[in-house]
C-alpha cells in the first residue's frame, strides 16, 4: 500500500499514540513469541467501507471538527469514564466536553440542560460510555502481550472466572510497574479508535490542532 493511503483520517488523531508498520494500520499489541496483532492496513480500509475522506454513507460532507490535543484527551477520558449520576456531552461546534448532573440540578445546572435540549444531536452529542464487553476484550487482548510467563498465567487465569475480575486484573499488573503504565496506554490508544469511530457514526470528522 503506499504511503499516501496511509495519510488523513484516524491517522491524525492517534499518530502519536498508534504503533504502525507496513502490515498493521494499529498494532494493538504483541503476542508472547512477539508477533504482532491488530487492524491490518487491508481491514483499516474494508472498515471505511469506501467512503472519501470528509463524507459520510450517504455521500454526504461530513462535519469537520478541529480539535487541540487536551480537548481530545478530554473526549477520549469522558469515554472511559462511567457514572450513573452525571452525562457527559460532546459540543460539536467548540469541541468542549460538558458534563451534566443526573440528580440535584442546580441552577447553573439547569440552564445547561435547556441549552443541551436544544440543541441535542444538532451541536451537543451525548458521549458514549466504553462498554464493560470492551474493557474485557481489552484485557484478554493485552495478557497475550506480556511476556512474563508467570504473570500472562496469573492473568489469563483471573480472566477465567471469579468476582471483581477488572480490579483483579489491575491489581496483579500493578506488581509491575512498567506493565501496569503500559496496560494504561493500550487502552487509552484503543479509546481513541473508538472516540473516532463514534464521531464517525455521527457525521463528524475530527483532525488535532
Do not use: C
Not at 475480575?165 to 479508535?193: G, M, P, Q, T, W
Amino acid at each position: 500500500m503506499s504511503g499516501k493511503k496511509k495519510k488523513k483520517r484516524k491517522d491524525q488523531i492517534s499518530s502519536e499514540a498508534l504503533e504502525q508498520d507496513e502490515n498493521f494500520y494499529f498494532i494493538a499489541g504483541y503476542t508472547a513469541g512477539g508477533f504482532p496483532y491488530g487492524i491490518t492496513w487491508e481491514e483499516y480500509e474494508m472498515d471505511k467501507n469506501g467512503k472519501s475522506h470528509g463524507m459520510n454513507d450517504k455521500g454526504e460532507p461530513m462535519k469537520e471538527l478541529q480539535l487541540t490535543k487536551q480537548q481530545f484527551k478530554e473526549l477520549v477520558d469522558a469515554y472511559d469514564i462511567y457514572g450513573d449520576d452525571f452525562e457527559v456531552f460532546l459540543n460539536i461546534e467548540t469541541g468542549d466536553v460538558v458534563t451534566l448532573r443526573a440528580f440535584d440540578l442546580d441552577e447553573e445546572d439547569e440552564e445547561l440542560s435547556e441549552i443541551i435540549d436544544e440543541g441535542l444531536n444538532e451541536i451537543y452529542f451525548q458521549i458514549p460510555q466504553r462498554e464493560s464487553r470492551e474493557g474485557y476484550a481489552d484485557m484478554v487482548d493485552f495478557a497475550e502481550t506480556v511476556m512474563d510467563t508467570r504473570l500472562r498465567t496469573t492473568l489469563i487465569n483471573i480472566l477465567n472466572g471469579g468476582k471483581k475480575v477488572f480490579r483483579r486484573f489491575k491489581d496483579a499488573l500493578a506488581s509491575d510497574s512498567n506493565e501496569i503504565e503500559r496496560y494504561y496506554r493500550f487502552v487509552e490508544e484503543r479509546n481513541r479508535i473508538r472516540v473516532v469511530d463514534w464521531l464517525e457514526s455521527i457525521d463528524v470528522n475530527v483532525t488535532l490542532e
